[in-house]
């Protein structure tokens, strides 16, 4: 089977440009590979996963799966990879982990909208990362790595208090609300629209959650009243 590589009981079927997992690879390797990469194809759907009984290891980087993402029972998984996909429904996807793979303790989601970090919106910033990381544990306290990084005792306790109020909840658009659609969205501005006008100068007050304290301007100690 070209691009197949087999190593023991380790499987890799990379950068195949496959839309769905081939019906041979799980005949011929299903029954033994623990180990199984996936990652840099098409895949939208992990039907067929089924026939490899005895992973431990699934990596599914670079793919196109979604929210409708359902993974067989693997009670023997313990690592699987979701970077770089489409996934947005950190809930479902969690609960679903929950069920199929109860033994799970090495997750990584980055680059999923579902993750908040600045791989996938600069408007995201560490507060958010800390909120997904303690939802995470509160819906998987078993993990011991989350996203490349270990998980402390901390972040348990703290999942244990607060993770269920951690929940980031995605906004519902009804369908005849059309100043939410992407094409009647203005660019974002901290400024009120009065303001944004070429033509307009009046002075403008605004808040902004960013405090400056001139850490990075020590120069500044050094201007007399008098050079002002």
Same mark, same amino acid.
């Given at each position: ?69 359902? &993974? ?46 600045? &791989? ?109």
């Amino acid at each position: 089977m070209a691009g197949l590589v087999v190593s023991g009981t380790q499987v890799s079927y990379v950068g195949q440009d496959c839309r769905e997992i081939p019906e041979q690879l799980g005949r011929d390797c299903g029954h033994f590979a623990k180990r199984l990469d996936l990652s840099f194809n098409l895949l939208r759907s992990l039907e067929g996963l089924g026939a490899f009984t005895s992973l431990e290891e699934l990596i599914l980087d670079n793919n196109l799966l979604g929210d409708d993402l359902v &993974l067989p029972g693997l009670p023997q998984l313990h690592t699987l990879t979701l970077n770089k996909n489409q996934i947005t429904d950190l809930e479902y996807l969690l609960d679903h982990l929950a069920k199929v793979t109860p033994a799970l303790e090495y997750l990584s989601l980055l680059g999923n909208v579902a993750c908040p970090n600045e &791989l996938v919106s600069l408007e995201k910033d560490e507060e958010d990362y800390k909120r997904y990381r303690c939802f995470v544990l509160h819906k998987l306290p078993h993990l011991k790595f989350l996203d490349a990084q270990k998980v402390t005792r901390q972040e348990r306790e703290e999942a244990l208090i607060r993770g269920a109020f951690m929940k980031v909840v995605k906004p519902m658009v009804s369908s005849g609300d059309h100043s939410a659609s992407p094409e009647h969205q203005l660019p974002y501005s901290p400024l009120p629209s009065a303001s944004r006008e070429l033509t307009s100068h009046q002075g403008v007050l605004g808040k902004c959650r960013y405090v400056y304290y001139g850490k990075n301007s020590e120069g500044n100690r050094f201007i007399r009243d008098d050079q002002l």
